[in-house]
């Protein structure tokens, strides 16, 4: 019946590109608002739509001008319990009346989700991570102006990296597409790779967030090595090639 239910609210927000709870409940007037809130929320997680204040947006909607499939969704929708674990340790190393960033990427988007509301500042590259943020309203947002890119809805290019320049930021929440030990954390897209380096030239502490399914995966573009980061935080204890590497270049891995 929830799966039935969650169906045709999928189908509803694909045909109205977004809608409110309120508006919602018009179309299920025998179920609750909080048994619809709580659909929101699972289709959320499973990288369907984006919740909003009061209502939710479908991610398709997001991709409809560019044209492009929707690679977001499909990101969002794998491993979902490796990265909820990484989330939940990495939550534990959120310092509060410190300058954040959180890169984008589905990973650290769970962990927007699970932060608590307080005296945070943080600025974010990801789109649907500050939206996510604003919900939150003792968090300081501070988003990043620059190119849109929509397979990961982050921005990036040079105004991005410009804009870097006025910022310190003291712990950086990085996420990478790929890594392997000769060729270290790896993204797809030259822009994003020059912003994410900047951000570590300008962080006191670096803190990778990133599930072992990327682990032997070299994406075109290099932009950190282990002794580039502080942290390392997964769902699991790593191989011992790369536990050894990482004790070596003095990273701590954060596994439980």
Known sequence: MNSLRRERILNILEQKGEIQLQELKEFFPDVSLMTLRRDLITLEKEGHLIRTHGGAVSTKRLWQISGQEDEYSKRAAENIDAKMKIATFAKRLVEKNRSIYFDAGSTIMCLAKIIDDDSFTIITSGLNIALELVKKRNISVVMLGGIVNSNTLSVSG??????????????????????????????????????????????????????????????????????????????????KEIEEAAIKKGVTIVCE
């Open 158 to 239: 040079p105004n991005a990296v410009f804009s870097l320049d006025s910022i310190n930021i003291d712990i950086a929440f990085m996420s990478a597409s790929g890594f392997s030990v000769d060729s270290g954390f790896s993204v797809a897209n030259i822009y994003e790779g020059e912003l994410k380096r900047r951000i570590l030239e300008r962080s006191n502490k670096v803190v990778m967030l990133m599930d072992l399914s990327k682990v032997g995966r070299n994406m075109p573009f290099t932009y950190a090595k282990l002794d580039d980061i502080d942290v390392w935080v997964c769902e699991k204890r790593p191989s």
